[in-house]
Nanobody, 131 residues
Framework: VQLVESGGGLVQAGDSLTLSCVAS????????VAWFRQAPGIEREFVAA????????YYADSVNGRFTISRDNAQNTATLQMNSLKPEDTAVYFC?????????????????????????WGQGTQVTVSS
């Protein structure tokens, strides 16, 4: 399965952006999905995650209330809606997938906040927020 992100760009503080992650070569519904970001000189950080069915979502404190993660398994996509953007949100944003062996059933694996535990990664999309 390959992941491809899109939707990044240059915006002003207070604006909104929607990032998309499209999976190909397999089904995204077998994976928990997360978004990470990395700014120059800063370690990659967790932004948001969603379980395989979309039933549960998780956010970093820095984006909680401003960003919304969602997914459409029928379309093999995941989305990160980013509102009230701040200059400190400037980074390359990555979509990642972690295999969930509970997928399709009643249980779910809570997507981890550590990037090293993820099986799939996209190439990233740049988000730049000017002040």
């Amino acid at each position: 399965v390959q992941l491809v992100e899109s939707g990044g760009g240059l915006v002003q503080a207070g604006d909104s952006l929607t990032l998309s992650c499209v999976a190909s070569g397999g089904t995204l519904s077998s994976y928990g999905v997360a978004w990470f970001r990395q700014a120059p000189g800063i370690e990659r950080e967790f932004v948001a995650a969603i379980t395989w069915s979309g039933s549960h979502t998780y956010y970093a404190d820095s984006v909680n209330g401003r960003f919304t993660i969602s997914r459409d398994n029928a379309q093999n996509t995941a989305t990160l809606q980013m509102n009230s953007l701040k200059p400190e949100d400037t980074a390359v944003y990555f979509c990642a997938g972690v295999l969930d062996t509970y997928a399709g059933g009643s249980y779910y694996y809570v997507p981890p906040r550590q990037g090293r535990k993820y099986d799939l990664w996209g190439q990233g999309t740049q988000v730049t927020v000017s002040s």
